[in-house]
C-alpha cells in the first residue's frame, strides 16, 4: 500500500472525495459506493488477475473497479433494471 501513498506507510484513515458525478449519472442507488473506494480495497487485497465477487453487484461499481485493477470479476445481481445497467457498463473480461 506504501506505492499507492506516495511511498509513505498508509494509516487506518482514507481521506477520499465524496462519490463522482459520473457514478450519480449512473441511476440512483439506495446504497452507492465509491469508485475510488473500491478500487484502493480491491488494490489492498488482491493481486492481478485475482477474481473479485460481488454477489449484490448492483450498477456494478465493483465490476468497474475490479477492471480497472487488472481482476476478474462476478457479479450477481436479482434487480433486472440495475442487471441492465451492469450490462450497459460491459464490465466483462
Not at 2 to 26: C, F, H, S, Y
Request: glycine share 8%; proline share 5%; with cysteine.
Amino acid at each position: 500500500m506504501k506505492r499507492l501513498n506516495g511511498d509513505k506507510q498508509m494509516t487506518d484513515v482514507w481521506r477520499l472525495p465524496a462519490i463522482g458525478r459520473w457514478e450519480k449519472l449512473q441511476g440512483k442507488h439506495p446504497t452507492p459506493k465509491n469508485l475510488r473506494l473500491l478500487t484502493r480495497i480491491i488494490l489492498a487485497s488482491t493481486n492481478p488477475g485475482d477474481w473479485i465477487l460481488d454477489p449484490f453487484c448492483g450498477s456494478s461499481t465493483t465490476g468497474i473497479a475490479a477492471n480497472l485493477c487488472e481482476r476478474m470479476f462476478a457479479g450477481i445481481e436479482l434487480d433486472e433494471k440495475r442487471s441492465a445497467i451492469c450490462q450497459k457498463q460491459d464490465v466483462r473480461n
